[in-house]
């Protein structure tokens, strides 16, 4: 399904990050913008007079006859062939935060207005131009953060995500087509073939969608990242993990308790998984406030984690502050590392055994340098279920569209139903347009302008 949704106003906004800079630039889409850039333009000829994609040089004033602001190139780009399907300008302006701030102003006062944000992709989506798979893959390719999710938002951004869901509608409709057909011609007796023919489509779409639906997990952990929390009571060692993962000196390390009093965010690549990590404060009782506040800090992530690293000290008995740090994340997933194992061990395994099961149990000595191999292969067994992480997972990285895909199998599996039970065609008809609504949902086909809004309001202003 095309959209044509030509809005009558312009849009501006800074698209380069504020700041110091070799270039800002300020970018405007809607008909008649390039009428607009030219009332503060000055140049050799007029921008409404070049040819479409083209790069003019010149100098942007703050209103007719008044005084110039910066030396510009300006780019001209007449629709329907760019971005969002709109006549599109952009001036190349000198980074800085005050040029592009003014220069925006400029271009404000012509009668533009600022963009919402993410604005520009909506009406490229709302244009026909992409869909609404396409449109998330841009924030996923701005937020990569290995070179892995970069290369799944790439595929998503050219559109395997949107083939594949689109194959399937076709797939449905035929069925739908068929159905009515037979309705429409009640007197020829094709009922047990039209079954058949029905029964084999649905067998097809269900593996195709069962198939999507086994890489979704690991999808998402590959385009949003394992958001993992390092937990224990003072002093056994997780700051000190922290820096081994970072390879650097990221978090202070002392043997005075409660030195950790904020979280220290960062994040890893491992095998092109990003893993937000966050070493906390240690969890104990203490009259102090500040180390207080950051102890809460510390289970309210510890609560929202997809990992919980737990560390303990092997070189001492389970004490009652261990215990009601295990006690506090079990059901979650969880690593539990044994630190010290260089010293004599004094932590009983049965006593552990009656919190965590043996296998999420490793030992490790920060001091040493030992067990950390270990550590990175549980992560990714953990996650990925023994496969190798690769782009093609993230075709179904969303929980959105993980949401609407396993709506759309349920159809499909009662479609099944119903055919076996050889209801009347009508019912079919039904589960296969619940089926396809739900795929739909996916490419924005189907969706509310309400989701729509709301995907939309993640984007920065000038994308």
Known sequence: MKREYMLDDVIAAISTPIGTGGIGIV??????????????????????????????????TDGAGGEIIDEVLVSVMKAPHTYTKEDIVEINCHGGSLV?????????KTGARIAQPGEFT??????GRIDLTQAEAVIDLIESKTELSRQAAVNQLEGRLKTAVREMREEILDMIASIEAVIDYPDYDVEEETYGTMEQGAKKLLARMEKLLEGADRGKIIREGLQTVIVGKPNV????????????????????????RDTVEEYLNIDGIPIKIVDTAGIRETGDVVEKMGVEK???????????????????????????????IRGKK??????????????????LAEYV??????????????????LLDALKNMFLDGHTATA????????????????????????????????PEDFISMDLQDANRALGEITGDTSDEEIIDRIFTKFCLGK
């Open 27 to 60: 970018r405007m889409s809607g008909a008649g913008c390039i009428a607009l850039a030219d009332s503060i333009f000055i140049g050799k000829k007029k921008l409404t007079e070049k040819a479409t994609h083209t790069l003019s040089y010149g100098k942007i």
């Open 100 to 108: 592009t701030r003014r220069v925006l102003e400029a271009v404000l």
């Open 122 to 127: 909506k009406r490229s989506f709302l244009n």
């Open 237 to 260: 060692g997780k700051s000190s993990l922290l820096n081994w993962l970072l390879e650097e000196d990221r978090a202070i390390v002392t043997d005075i308790p409660g030195t950790t």
């Open 298 to 328: 510390s289970k309210a992530y510890a609560e929202t984690a997809d990992l919980v690293i737990m560390m303990l000290d092997g070189s001492r008995p389970l004490e009652e502050e261990d215990k009601e740090i295990l006690s506090f």
């Open 334 to 351: 969880t690593i539990v590392l044994l630190n010290k194992v260089d010293l004599a061990q004094k932590l009983s395994l049965e006593e």
């Open 357 to 374: 099961p043996q296998e999420q149990i490793l030992f490790i000595s920060v001091k040493e340098n030992d067990g950390f191999d270990a």
């Open 392 to 423: 093609e997972d993230a075709m179904l990285g969303n929980t959105r569209h993980k949401d609407a895909l396993y709506r759309a199998k349920e159809a499909m599996e009662h479609c099944m139903e119903t055919i076996t039970m050889r209801m």
